[in-house]
């Protein structure tokens, strides 16, 4: 079995495997003992039953997860949240991985939602319309290039929808 690395030093292995959530926002961090001591998590971690209360019922941490955040590094290129927090930029892919939860709570506030939702407005983006006029003459190109290549069954078929649209554009009229 592989150790996994911590993921806020990245140099000793993880023994602390650490959730939090808050509001369905899940916090996932596998730490070191030294740094999930630093950050007061671990097995001897005591918490105040005031504090699980409030956290119950307010949905509030009582350590926040930004401050949390701001000690954790991607374990691929060492970004911290609070320089995503600073500059708006991601270090690599790694981070959404290492900053998912935090991540889902930036983009739900900026955009209402955490995942892409298709604006109904924009599908009705209308094609182009091509008049009968335009289609034939299109139609008529296709069939001298198919004539050309010796292609003789695709050109029979060309012709045919060639005299469909000349005769219902005759019909039109």
Do not use: W
């Amino acid at each position: 079995m592989i150790a996994m690395k911590c993921q806020n030093c990245g140099k000793r292995d993880a023994v602390v495997d650490y959730t939090q959530v808050i509001d369905g926002n899940k916090l996932h961090l596998h730490l070191c003992d030294k740094c999930a001591s630093e950050m007061k998590i671990g097995i001897d971690f005591m918490f105040d039953i005031d504090d699980v209360f409030s956290t119950f019922f307010n949905g509030i941490s009582s350590v926040p997860t930004a401050q949390k955040l701001d000690v954790v590094k991607c374990k691929k290129c060492g970004s911290t949240y609070k320089a995503f927090r600073d500059s708006g930029k991601l270090g690599c892919s790694e981070c959404y991985e290492t900053f998912g939860a935090e991540l889902d709570n930036v983009l739900k506030r900026l955009h209402g939602n955490n995942r892409h939702v298709e604006d109904e407005k924009k599908k009705t983006i209308t094609k182009k319309q091509v008049s009968p006029e335009e289609k034939i003459n299109e139609l008529k190109e296709e069939l001298k290039e198919c004539i050309k290549k010796e292609e003789y069954e695709k050109a029979a078929k060309l012709r045919d929808k060639i005299k469909d649209l000349e005769n219902k554009r005759g019909e039109s009229k």
